[in-house]
């Protein structure tokens, strides 16, 4: 991975300006409310809460009436549709994927931004104890979001996966805030196509399980506009996990592909130290998208972790 970066470092020099603006401009084109297409009984939903705060999501019903409901927030670079392959935990579960939006006047450079828009999507749906997951960034605003905010969400577990100890050594932070500083200074199309690169390198590493209906990111690949891009960096250029992780009370499902690209075992076995009850998964081929890939085999991790303990019924 640090190859690949020092690869796209030099090669951002040379991006064509004239044909990645026109890109920039048409994604900004798109409605803030736009969704790509999704299968089954996978649907697009908007809301407004009564702060004003426009929502974006999709959900897929439970085979049972009121069952509790998973909350799934998705990672950087792709969208709520990440979580489609977990449509076997309807069998106990409503699923709902939030979607963080393209554009944002919250959008101020803070992770509170982020976390507070789901919070107050919980808020506003009335959920009631919902389990919360997270996916690499999305990892990142589930467990501040339950470290800060679980006194009013309620959360009985939270499960991350594509994640690992951050930001906890000095030089992890000032390599963080170079890489930050690094994109305030790019122009939009050049943000813009190295996020395409990433995605697309993303797509190639992993390995899909043949068993399922979707595997490559590339199918629910959408771009989003450069300002969200932006914001997830600087949101994250300072941010040390471990006093949110030491803050967590609630049980931990913790599971990673063998062949994360971004964070070794040794980063995601770090977070033992700060977690008090966990439960840490490593899966055979997985990638840092192991759950669209292997959607089958997680949701049956996610299924043995939340039926361990009366925690999870009512």
């Given amino acids: 991975m640090r190859i690949l970066f020092f690869l796209l470092h030099i090669a951002i020099i040379f991006v064509p300006e004239k044909k990645y603006t026109k890109k920039v401009k048409k994604v900004n084109q ?3 409310t736009y969704q790509g297409k999704l299968d089954g009984k996978w649907e697009h939903h908007h809301l407004r809460s009564k702060v004003g705060i426009e929502h974006n999501y999709i959900s ?7 069952s509790p409901v998973l909350v799934m927030i998705h990672g950087m670079t792709i969208d709520s549709r990440i979580y489609m392959n977990l449509a076997p935990l309807s069998s106990n579960y409503t699923l709902v994927a939030y979607n963080f939006p393209s ?10 931004a982020f976390t507070g828009m789901v919070y107050d999507f919980i808020k506003a749906k009335h959920f009631k104890k919902p389990v919360i997951m997270g996916t690499s960034f999305g990892a990142v605003v589930a467990v501040n979001l339950t470290a800060n905010f679980n006194d009013r969400v309620n959360a009985p577990a939270v499960i991350l996966t594509g994640t690992g100890i951050t930001g906890n050594n000095e030089r992890v932070r000032e390599n963080n805030i170079k890489t930050a500083e690094w994109l305030k200074e790019l122009p939009d199309y050049k943000v813009y196509w190295l996020m395409e690169k990433l995605v697309k390198n993303s797509d190639n590493l992993e390995k899909p399980d043949k068993n399922e209906s979707h595997a490559y990111l590339g199918d629910v690949f959408e771009m989003k506009s450069v300002q969200y891009y932006r914001q997830v960096v600087y949101a994250t250029q300072r941010y040390n996990s471990v006093t949110d992780l030491s803050n967590i009370t609630i049980p931990v499902l913790v599971f990673q592909g ?3 690209g971004l964070f070794e075992k040794k980063q995601t076995y770090a977070m033992t130290n700060y977690l008090k009850n966990v439960d840490i998964k490593f899966i055979k081929n997985g990638s ?5 890939a292997q959607g089958k085999k997680v949701s049956a991790i ?3 972790f939340c039926s361990k303990e009366s925690r999870f019924r009512k």
């Fill in 30 to 32: 798109k409605p803030v």
């Fill in 258 to 260: 063998e062949e994360d």
């Fill in 60 to 66: 897929h019903p439970s085979a049972k009436e009121n």
């Fill in 103 to 112: 554009r944002s006047p919250l959008y101020d450079g803070t992770l509170t």
């Fill in 302 to 304: 996610i299924s043995d």
């Fill in 288 to 292: 840092h998208s192991v759950v669209y």
